[in-house]
């Protein structure tokens, strides 16, 4: 059975500390692996990950994939109140009509005090 | 803004009717997805489509059906609605459009009681 599973499921940290938030996989047929940020809403797309060791990034978020290993971490350096927030981690695999199914984690809770 | 639009966004209804939802989307994705996100259990892949009349089952679709008579809509019906169905459910799309990237509608919020 497909599987993601993402760690630690919640964390607490003060502004200016950096985050590592983890996610592993068992899924046939891997795709790619993506990370979303949710706020009480929609999730909101950050990256998606399709070879291994290469980093993505976007300010103060970046991410990597090791596809030998079967695991994605997601790093925020400088945190802030801003970014806090459910993370998600999702794996791709391949479905009907060559389409991607996300099959996602239980999503990480971040929250970042003043 | 992937021009995904969900309604209702919010609905009560009592157990044993019929519910559908519906999502609509402006920019000709062939593919669209319905999902439900409970405590402690994350997203979860109700159904799927790759295309008009083309869907498939995801991890959870037992009482659930969809039906995709044109590019722009999706629905999401429950033949007969119960409690465990309360829940938030997300419609997302992907296209070339998107980078094949998924994106999500603002979500539908189902309380059966």
């Known amino acids: 059975e497909d599987k993601v599973v993402q760690s630690p499921l919640s964390l607490v940290v003060h502004e200016g500390d950096t985050v590592t938030l983890n996610c592993s996989y068992e899924v046939t047929n891997f795709r790619s692996l993506l990370w979303y940020k949710q706020e009480k809403k929609a999730p909101t797309f950050l990256f998606m990950l399709?070879?291994?060791?290469i980093e993505k990034k976007s300010g103060r978020l970046s991410s990597i994939l090791d596809k030998k290993e079967l695991f994605s971490i997601l790093n925020i350096t400088a945190t802030q109140t801003g970014d806090s927030a459910v993370y998600l981690c999702a794996v791709e695999a391949s479905g009907s009509g060559n389409t991607g199914k996300l099959i996602f984690g239980q999503g990480t809770t971040l929250q970042v005090k003043p | 803004d992937a021009g995904i639009t969900q309604s209702p966004r919010h609905k009560v209804t009592e157990t044993g009717t019929p519910v559908t939802l519906r999502c609509h989307q402006t920019?000709?994705?062939?593919?669209m997805y319905w999902y439900r996100q409970d405590p402690g259990h994350g997203l979860r892949l109700i159904h799927y489509?790759?295309?008009?009349?083309?869907?498939d089952k995801g991890e959870v679709s037992d009482g659930y059906s969809v039906s995709r008579s044109k590019t722009e809509d999706f629905l999401l019906t429950l033949e007969s609605a119960t409690s465990s169905q309360t829940s938030v459910y997300f419609c997302a799309i992907r296209g070339p459009g998107t980078g094949n990237t998924i994106y999500f509608g603002e979500g539908s919020w189902l309380t059966v009681v």
């Open positions: 489509s790759y295309g008009v009349k083309d869907t």
């Open positions: 399709t070879s291994s060791g």
């Open positions: 920019e000709n994705h062939r593919y």
